[in-house]
């Protein structure tokens, strides 16, 4: 895991001069940039520190016209180096440039006065006045001032040992959780095809790992992998400069904007909330202003809503919604900048709070502010709480927690702990798998699983219980299966509910059928045996259907066919009279008909009945008893 530091100031302030005195490479690659002598596309150089792990510097633009290509490459880095030539001091990009770092919240950092070979000490005093100045009040306002000069060598040195310095104390990416990493560089190599380039944002990719691209929502394998300068890697972790070698993945497939990451994790958005601040001397953000909208290394057109309804002013912080024009691949906590659609200055920026939100409505406001201050500076436990609330189920996957939230892992599980040991909420499954329920959902559900298997006992007394396959539609037709077959088996562990056979039952509930109900059963069982063994036709006067159902489910009458049934007596005795009649022998259909004195049509039933039993076995056209 390495460290990114992000070079920023004006144009010809000696940005990528100073980083080849510093690292002897220089970061300035294209033709145009040499002729020209400006900086236009983002730079990569590297120092190694006293561990041999390296130092990435992402150099940048200084160029008015250029600023975002100077957001794309800040937008990753852990420090800056502030570039401030001693001969002109601070100056507009100067000034823009802190801004924009102050709003990405990259805060640790140190200035370089370059150019200190062409001016006195006064000027250089000067200078040094004027950038405590801008520093003022921000939170890098004690960064380290020194004086460099990347022609006579002076204080190249000191520079060289305070970035090692600051760099040792940054910090650091995680390499837990899942991959991703923003795109800021694509270039092809002949032979070798599109190499996609970027800063590690968490997590770790390996050789030989599919890799997904969004929001061209493609899948690839990595073919090769080169890390910081070590051209063939085997593992890229989170904060070292990346360049992923991917099978079969055209130009057309990737731009600056796109994110790589780890299959199925990246989400492409049209909109988001956001906390939002504006800068103290710009302009006011008006409802419905349309803005660049930069977060990660894309820019895109947006439409800028202020939560409240009313324009934020410049110097405020708010809530603002953005409908975006183009989708991008954001999470919650990730830093953004907005900037003037024209003339293009930077006016405000801050942290995203909440992804895939709908359209601002005046009569959800006061809701929606709500959620969006406990997204704020609520904790972990309260946001986890109001999610559950508000799920339609009650529940909570953790998985898609974190994506939707941004929150690490470990502080989900530790939220989750809590609120179980609070009596807030239950916990079913592991790791990503887990789901965190609210307490009432569940006391409710079981209450409903109760209810419905209660109203089965009283209504139909001799019934077994409740088929379990009939369970999902007595409950509401929202309701999760897991839900269900979670508050069912803690029924069960609670001795509440007992599963005999397919059918649910209440504990309390008899399982032999005892008393009066017992005495109905047998009354029934009575009448359907003096039908004969031609069986009693359905319906039956004076029973009602579910008792006939109830006594078929307990196997105590079964079905001849759709409109007639016996009793299990009925099939012993047919047994005694085909062994008195037959024996060992054979014997036809016919015969079977003239053995049981009853219809061609009832005898076939009865014969297929006794095959499906195993009590007799039919061979040709002739059957034997079993």
Known sequence: MGVIIGTAGHIDHGKSTLMLALTGVDPDRLKEEKARGITIELGYVFLEDVNGESISFIDVPGHE????????????????LLVVSADEGVMPQTREHLDILR???VDRGIVALSKCDLVDDELIELAQEEVREALEGTPAESAPILRVSAKTGEGIEELKQALLDMAAKADRKSSKGRFRMPVDRIFTLKGFGT??????????????????????????????LGVNEQRHARIGEAGDRIALNLAGIRNSDVHRGSVAGEVGFLKTLNSLDTVCTMLQRNIDLLVRQRVRFHVGTAEVMARAIPVEGRTLLRGETGYV??????????MPGDRFVIRRYSPVTTIGGGIILDTGTPKVRSRFRETRLTHLDLLSHGDLEDLLFETMEDSPDHFVEAEAFVVKTGAEPVNFHE???SLVVQGRALSSGEGKTRRLILVAAVKDLERKILGSIGTIHRNVPLSPGLPSAYLARKLPPDTSVWMVRYCLQRLQNENMVEKRGDFLSLSDFPEQL?????ILADHFLSDVDKAGLAGMKLPISGQKTENIDALLQRGLIFNLS???????????????????????????LGELREALGVSRKIALMWAEILDARNITRRDGEKRLLV
């Open 514 to 518: 005892t008393g009066d109900v017992r």
């Open 103 to 105: 709003l990405l919240e």
């Open 562 to 588: 759709d409109s007639l049934v016996a009793t299990e007596v009925g099939i012993h005795k047919v047994q005694q009279i085909l062994s008195a009649a037959f024996g060992g022998n054979p014997f036809r």
């Open 65 to 80: 016209k250029f600023v975002k290509t100077m957001v794309a490459g800040v937008a990753t880095v852990d420090c800056f």
């Open 321 to 330: 919604h953005f409908q975006l024009e183009h989708p991008v691949v954001a």
């Open 415 to 417: 939220a989750a702990d």
């Open 195 to 224: 190499i996609v380039c970027g800063t590690g944002l968490s997590g770790k990719i390996n050789l030989g790992d599919s890799v997904e691209i969004q929001p061209a929502g493609k899948t690839f394998r990595v073919r090769e």
